[in-house]
């Protein structure tokens, strides 16, 4: 399974949302600028970091989870 697949897997068990999903894809796929992000929602680099990370915990969690159940 490719990252996107991933991604929208997480989104239709509603693990993640699309937005949560298009900052992952942003910002560690497409190599996207945090600050840049940051910048066009409004808030701190640091407060999209922090998200970022509990949004990737999730996903994390999840993935074991699916992986196990195989």
Request: hydrophobic share 50%.
């Given at each position: 399974m490719d990252e996107l697949t991933a991604l929208a897997r997480a989104v239709q068990a509603r693990v993640l949302d699309v937005a949560e999903a298009r900052l992952i894809v942003r910002t560690r796929l497409d190599g996207e600028?945090?600050?840049?992000l940051a910048a066009e929602r409004g808030v701190s680099a640091r407060q999209l970091y922090r998200h970022r990370n509990a949004v990737e915990q999730h996903l994390a969690a999840y993935l074991r989870r699916r992986i196990e159940g195989l």
């Open positions: 600028a945090m600050s840049r």
